[in-house]
């Protein structure tokens, strides 16, 4: 492209070492190399981050070819999680999340100049880009247990897939739900009147706010929890290798 280097389209060093990370960790959680809790850790944790940079990398190559090209100078397309605007929200809260809570949480990340993109179609496949994503990786994950792996021979490895899988699961349904300034908000704004947008406008920065609350009502976390067990379940997906999975992340406990 006239104006954009190379180097701007070219997998960034910090990601090239996440994928390497997570290639070496799930070896060595596949062979039990040393401390096989820690080496789980690792695999999930390194396979969450790069799940992440995809994710956001969609975002952000969308944006591209519908107008934006001030994406790649701001380094999105590098794949280069250090370059997102929120790295706190971007990397370490999701990492804390699923740490904690065993939840895919979205994170925010890029920063799309949506007056470089015109039409609503546009705007809306940006915002749906990134969900794909997680779609995507859901669905291969749970490939070896919708076939019947042999999910007691290397465990602990099938353990970590499990939770993997879940993990985009969760990410899958909380980037599709249509709370302000998430994903799932993001894809239906083009389409609101007037009206209706002014009032996003107003919630949007609080969206993630909105989905801590939405989450801490036992009801609603109850349902949340019901409808993706629901659905991996009807993949395939064992409830109690995911549970096994993440509790051999937690090495320190």
Same mark, same amino acid.
């Given at each position: !492209?006239?104006?954009i280097?190379?180097e701007?389209?070219?997998?960034?060093?910090?990601f090239?070492c996440l994928?390497?990370?997570?290639?070496?960790? /799930?070896?060595?959680? $596949?062979v039990e190399? /040393? =401390?096989?809790? %820690?080496? #789980?850790?690792l695999?999930?944790?390194s396979? $969450?981050l790069v799940s992440?940079?995809? @994710?956001?990398?969609a975002h952000a190559v969308v944006?591209?070819?519908?107008? &934006?090209?001030?994406?790649a100078h701001?380094?999105y397309?590098?794949? =280069?999680? *250090?370059?997102?605007?929120?790295?706190? *929200?971007?990397i370490?809260?999701p990492?804390?999340?699923?740490?904690l809570?065993?939840?895919g949480?979205?994170?925010g990340?890029?920063w799309i100049?949506r007056h470089?993109?015109? /039409?609503?179609?546009r705007?809306t496949?940006?915002?749906?880009?990134?969900p794909?994503? =997680? #779609?995507?990786f859901a669905?291969?994950? #749970?490939?070896p247990?919708?076939?019947?792996? &042999?999910? !007691?021979? @290397? @465990?602990d490895? $099938?353990?970590? #897939?499990?939770?993997?899988?879940?993990l985009q699961?969760?990410?899958?349904? %909380? =980037? *599709?739900m249509?709370v302000p300034?998430? &994903?799932?908000?993001?894809?239906?704004?083009? +389409?609101l009147?007037?009206? +209706?947008?002014?009032?996003? &406008?107003?919630?949007?920065?609080?969206?993630?706010?909105?989905?801590?609350?939405?989450? +801490?009502?036992?009801?609603i976390?109850?349902w949340f929890?019901?409808g993706?067990?629901?659905v991996?379940?009807a993949f /395939?997906?064992?409830? +109690?290798?995911?549970d096994d999975?993440?509790?051999?992340?937690?090495f320190w406990?």
């Open positions: !492209m006239a104006g280097p190379r701007a389209f070219r997998p960034s060093a910090v090239l994928v390497a990370l997570f290639l070496t960790s /799930g070896w060595m959680t $596949w190399f /040393g =401390n096989v809790r %820690l080496d #789980v850790f695999f999930v944790v396979g $969450w992440l940079c995809i @994710h956001e990398y944006a591209f070819v519908a107008g &934006d090209r001030n994406v701001r380094g397309l590098t794949l =280069n999680p *250090l370059k997102y605007s929120h790295p706190l *929200l971007s370490v809260l990492v804390a999340v699923v740490l809570g065993g939840i949480l979205p994170g990340a890029v100049d470089e993109i015109p /039409g609503r179609l705007h496949l940006v915002s749906l880009a990134g794909a994503t =997680n #779609v995507v669905l291969l994950l #749970v490939i247990f919708a076939v019947g792996v &042999d999910v !007691m021979a @290397h @465990h490895f $099938w353990a970590a #897939v499990a939770l993997l899988c879940f699961l969760t990410a899958s349904v %909380l =980037n *599709l249509p300034g998430l &994903d799932g908000g993001n894809i239906i704004q083009p +389409w009147s007037p009206q +209706w947008k002014r009032g996003y &406008d107003i919630l949007a920065p609080y969206g993630f706010i909105l989905l801590f609350a939405l989450l +801490w009502n036992p009801r976390s109850g929890f019901g993706v067990n629901a991996g379940s /395939g997906l064992p409830e +109690w290798l995911r999975g993440f509790a051999l992340i937690r406990s």
